[in-house]
């Protein structure tokens, strides 16, 4: 299982971003796949979720600003982010069950 991470940058706050998960060796119809964050020298967090069947849910500090969706025909998850702040400053990881991606940083500043 590999998960390519992608889509991430330099955003003023306010701003938007869409990131990109691509799978190989597992299929995103059939599993669930997930957005993590790691702030500047903080811990990993979750940030979304969405399950196979296209159920949905959120960290507080997120909900409101950022969906979560698979594209099935293309194995390819999103983060799209809007209304981006400095604190959703992080390197932004996703996984699946058995691997995580490599990670993509999204910087929020002006």
């Given at each position: ?5 992608s889509?991430?940058?330099?955003v ?76 959703d ?22």
């Open positions: 299982v590999q998960l390519q991470a889509g991430g940058g330099l003023q706050p306010g701003g938007s971003l869409r990131l990109s998960c691509a799978a190989s060796g597992i299929l995103f119809s059939a599993n669930a796949m997930m957005w993590y964050r790691q702030p500047p020298g903080k811990q990993r967090e979750f940030v979304a979720g969405i399950t196979s069947r296209g159920v949905t849910n959120y960290a507080d500090s997120v909900k409101g600003r950022f969906t979560i969706s698979t594209d099935n025909a293309r194995n390819t998850g999103y983060l799209q982010m809007n209304s981006l702040k400095q604190g400053t992080a390197v932004y990881y996703c996984k699946t069950i058995g691997a995580w991606g490599q990670g993509t940083l999204v910087t929020v500043s002006s």
